[in-house]
């Protein structure tokens, strides 16, 4: 995703543009920090990649 976040949560839904809704999410930044999220709503704009069954970025634990 643009601005060095992550997201990784379970897809609700998504429409024509990628715009997404998530739930149980969590948000990575790559200061180490993540903060947890019940529902976002991401713009499909500034999704750049996206990984099936992804958890995250290696060493978030």
């Not at 149980?24 to 704009?45: A, C, M, Q, R, W």
């Amino acid at each position: 995703m643009k601005g060095d976040k992550e997201f990784s949560g379970t897809l609700l839904g998504f429409d024509d543009y990628v715009n997404m809704v998530l739930e149980d999410v969590t948000e990575f930044d790559y200061s180490g920090n993540h903060t947890k999220l019940p529902k976002i709503l991401l713009n499909g704009n500034n999704i750049c990649m996206l990984i099936p069954g992804g958890e995250g970025p290696e060493g978030a634990a």
